[in-house]
């Protein structure tokens, strides 16, 4: 709190903050209403639902994605064979030496084997077919064949997109993440082999359209928002893996020179920031929530293949607004997005006998309806009887006299109706309102489907929101079986 007082003070442009709450910190709040943005990580619990963190509408809340760059390792078995895992391998005098290999499956790859005097001089295989090694186990397991003298770590590991983690570690000896395939091919390369050896080759990088990115990282947070199931969370997706930043020169990032890499939303976040910072410096004039809905309504749904965003995780999967928001920053369009979507600050406090104070619960039931026409540039129903309607209103900061027209994709299950189905804007008529009536189909006790709703111009502005929208037939609805 000291800290958000003594920035506003000091007249920053711009609240970066990868410090994690539930709600979202109300003394940021302050911020907003001052004028400043402020930009807060997601969090790194995916990639279960309901994890998101820093919720409060007020906030810019971003997830990670991945970026069109891998770091490919080569491992290159006795029998010649060629198999690939990722790493981040760069010691050149310990590249390409064959060594013995050990393999320990499940359960016996565990600390006690590692720190056994099998290890020294071996390449350890840890080869899971059961369950999945948590990271920390791996890092713990890849920390002793470091300290007992193994000449290498190869291990089983679904798609986490936490590389990073061994990079500390490789600087000693090649830690590679193999995927089952990979592994299978080892292990009958064992079942075959009499003295079974490899080595490991020097990390490459590969970048380039070749590569579909974004991915939304594993790791990060997805929604629905548990406080606020009626705000859609996380707000946008911004490059959060593998980033090259600077390197702390204290404790064990001394190793590694100035810079190394790191992943996490807190990666994610600070590229949000800068493009606020830029945007703000070209509409000075203009609020943290015009400036949240213009970077919203223009960002990308589709990679740089022109196909639907991915989620990383098990198994990927087509992603939706609950892993991205309303998509991947695009900063370019950001800049002139025709419409926004502008909120008053005043306009959040209805949210704060929700957040705090001895009736919260009571509060919280009666506000949850006045939150469906808060004016976001997303739309969250999480519980949909029968019928609903909400409202917004939009600002045109784009040609003065402009006529946009709706287009309209509804969640499955629901018709979706947008009353007027065209905007006209004058010179003497900035802002329209409209209202989207939601209307169950079936009664079911369903689960979330997701749209969208697009404002275009005929020309080069489409300015979209997405939206999502679950079906029940009881107010009390629980996600847990």
Request: net charge negative; charged share 15%; hydrophobic share 40%.
């Amino acid at each position: 709190m000291k800290a958000i007082d003594d920035a506003i003070h000091d007249g920053v442009d711009v609240l970066s903050m990868s410090i994690l709450s539930v709600l979202g910190h109300i003394p940021a709040f302050h911020a907003v209403a001052k004028g400043i943005p402020v930009v807060y990580a997601a969090g790194n619990f995916g990639p279960y639902a309901q994890m998101v963190g820093n919720v409060a509408p007020w906030l810019f809340t971003v997830a990670a994605s991945t970026v069109d760059r891998l770091f490919p390792t080569a491992i290159t078995l006795g029998n010649g064979q060629t198999l690939t895992g990722q790493s981040l391998f760069a010691d050149m005098e310990r590249a390409n030496q064959f060594h013995k290999m050990k393999l320990y499956l499940n359960s016996m790859c565990n600390l006690t084997v590692a720190n056994s005097t099998d290890v020294k001089g071996n390449i350890v295989l840890c080869f899971s077919t059961t369950s999945v090694f948590p990271i920390a186990e791996l890092y713990g397991l890849a920390s002793a064949v470091v300290n007992n003298g193994g000449e290498g770590f190869i291990f089983t590991q679904q798609s986490t997109d936490f590389l990073v983690a061994w990079q500390f570690r490789a600087m000693s000896i090649p830690c590679v993440s193999v995927d089952l395939e990979v592994a299978y091919k080892i292990l009958q390369y064992f079942s075959t082999s009499q003295n079974p050896v490899a080595k490991v080759s020097l990390t490459q990088t590969t970048s380039g359209s070749g590569i579909p990115a974004p991915k939304i990282a594993a790791f990060s947070s997805r929604g629905p928002s548990s406080v606020y199931p009626t705000v859609l969370k996380p707000d946008i997706a911004a490059p959060g893996v593998n980033i090259l930043a600077a390197a702390p020169q204290v404790g064990i990032y001394k190793e590694l020179g100035l810079y190394f890499f790191d992943s996490g939303t807190s990666m994610a976040c600070p590229h949000v920031s800068g493009v606020v910072a830029v945007l703000k410096s070209l509409h000075p004039d203009w609020s943290p929530a015009a400036l949240k809905s213009a970077l919203m309504t223009t960002a990308y749904i589709t990679d740089n293949n022109g196909i639907p965003l991915l989620g990383d995780a098990t198994p990927n999967k087509i992603a939706d607004p609950f892993d991205y928001g309303a998509g991947f920053l695009n900063p370019t369009q950001a800049s002139d997005p025709g419409l926004v979507y502008d909120i008053d600050a005043s306009d959040y406090q209805k949210l704060f006998s929700c957040m705090v104070g001895p009736d919260a619960n009571d509060s919280c039931a009666a506000t949850e309806s006045s939150l469906f026409d808060l004016n976001l540039p997303s739309i969250a129903i999480p519980n949909l009887k029968s019928s609903e309607t909400v409202s917004r209103t939009v600002t045109n900061v784009g040609q003065p006299d402009a006529v946009y027209k709706a287009f309209v994709e509804p969640p499955a299950g629901v018709d979706m109706l947008v009353e007027p189905m065209m905007l006209v804007f004058g010179k003497g008529t900035s802002s329209r309102s409209f209202k989207v009536t939601f209307k169950a189909t079936r009664k079911i006790q369903g689960d979330y489907s997701f749209g969208n709703l697009a404002w275009h111009d005929g020309g080069s502005h489409w300015v979209r929101i997405p939206i999502a929208v679950r079906v029940v037939i009881q107010d009390s609805y629980s996600t847990v079986s």
